[in-house]
C-alpha cells in the first residue's frame, strides 16, 4: 500500500501572502486540523496547524500566512510505503503530513492522516483491531474542570502538545475540551498575550466544552475506537467505566500503532 492509495488529493491548500484570518476561517468552516502553503507553482513551503492560528484574535489582523506556517518535521512522497510513512508519523508525534510528488519535485500532492490510515488498515489488521482499549489507552490522564478558565486551559494545553483535554467533575467524566471547541467559539488566546489577557472574565470550560462527551468502555475495542473517530471526526476519545469515572483515553496514534505492530 503506497501514500497514493490513501491520502486526501483534494485537501484545500493557501498561498503565503493570503492573510492568516483565512486560514483560520477555512479550518474552522471546513472542519480541518492543517493547510500546506504553496508557492505560485505550486510547491510545497510549509504548514499551517489549528494551534498556529489560535494565536490570532483579530478578525482584521494583517498576518500573512507565510507569518505562522511552519517546516513540516516529514514530508512523504506519493509512491511512499504508507506504513512506513505511519511509523515515521507517530515517531515524530505527527498525525498529518504533506505529500509531494517525489523527494525531485516538491510539487504539492494531497495530505496524508492517521484516519487515511486507520480506514485503509482496519479490514487488513483484523486480529489487531480487537484488541481492547484497555490494553492501547493511555492512563496518565491530565483534565480540567468545567470552572476553569477557557485561556488557562488552553495554555496548558499549548504547553503539552494537547489538542484535548476531557473534562472532569467530581470525579467523572462530564465533557471534552479541544481545539475545534476553542476555534469554534472564538475564544482565541495568543501564548504571548498577558494574564489578565483583553476578558475582563474570560470563558468558563463549560460555556465552550462538548458535552454530552462520547465515550467508550475499557472493554471495547480498537476497532470501536477507530470506527468512532472516523464517523465523527474525532481525533480522541475518553474511556470510562461502568460508574462514569474517566480510566484512559485513546487517540488517532493509539489506534493506528496499534494496527500496524
Known amino acids: 500500500m503506497r501514500v497514493q492509495d490513501v491520502m486526501d488529493r483534494n485537501h484545500p491548500f493557501l498561498y503565503p501572502d493570503e492573510q492568516a484570518t483565512k486560514a483560520r476561517a477555512v479550518l474552522r468552516d471546513r472542519g480541518l486540523r492543517v493547510l500546506p502553503v504553496v508557492d505560485e507553482r505550486k510547491r510545497l513551503l510549509g504548514m499551517i496547524s489549528r494551534g498556529d492560528v489560535m494565536a490570532i484574535t483579530s478578525s482584521v489582523s494583517l498576518i500573512r500566512v507565510k507569518g505562522i506556517a511552519s517546516t513540516p518535521k516529514f514530508v512523504a512522497t506519493t509512491d511512499m510505503n504508507a506504513t512506513q510513512a505511519a511509523k515515521e508519523m507517530i515517531r515524530l508525534d505527527?498525525?498529518?503530513?504533506?505529500?509531494?510528488?517525489?523527494?525531485?519535485?516538491?510539487?504539492?500532492?494531497?495530505?496524508?492522516?492517521?484516519?487515511?490510515?486507520?480506514?485503509?488498515?482496519?479490514?487488513?489488521?483484523?486480529a489487531r483491531a480487537s484488541t481492547p482499549l484497555s490494553s492501547v489507552m493511555s492512563k496518565k490522564l491530565v483534565v480540567c474542570s468545567p470552572e476553569d478558565e477557557a485561556d488557562n486551559v488552553w495554555r496548558m494545553m499549548q504547553k503539552r502538545s494537547f489538542a484535548a483535554c476531557p473534562v472532569v467533575l467530581k470525579g467523572k467524566l462530564?465533557?471534552?475540551?479541544?481545539?475545534?471547541?476553542?476555534?469554534?467559539?472564538?475564544?482565541?488566546?495568543?501564548?504571548f498575550e498577558a494574564?489578565?489577557?483583553?476578558?475582563?472574565?474570560?470563558?468558563?470550560?463549560?460555556?465552550?466544552?462538548?458535552?454530552?462527551?462520547?465515550?467508550?468502555?475499557?472493554?471495547?475495542?480498537v476497532k470501536d475506537a477507530a470506527e468512532l473517530m472516523l464517523k465523527r471526526n474525532i481525533g480522541r476519545v475518553p474511556v470510562a467505566d461502568e460508574r462514569g469515572r474517566l480510566v484512559g483515553i485513546v487517540d488517532r496514534q493509539d489506534v493506528v500503532k496499534t494496527l500496524i505492530k
Not at 462530564?174 to 467559539?185: A, F, P, R, W
Not at 468558563?204 to 472493554?219: D, G, H, N, R, W
Request: charged fraction near 20%; avoid cysteine; glycine fraction near 6%.
Open 94 to 126: 505527527e498525525w498529518y503530513i504533506p505529500v509531494v510528488k517525489s523527494f525531485h519535485d516538491p510539487t504539492y500532492a494531497g495530505v496524508l492522516g492517521l484516519e487515511h490510515l486507520m480506514q485503509a488498515l482496519l479490514e487488513k489488521s483484523k
Open 174 to 191: 462530564v465533557g471534552i475540551i479541544t481545539q475545534k471547541n476553542l476555534l469554534d467559539s472564538g475564544a482565541l488566546f495568543p501564548a
Open 195 to 221: 494574564e489578565k489577557g483583553r476578558f475582563k472574565s474570560p470563558p468558563k470550560i463549560q460555556s465552550v466544552m462538548k458535552t454530552p462527551v462520547v465515550s467508550l468502555k475499557p472493554s471495547n475495542t
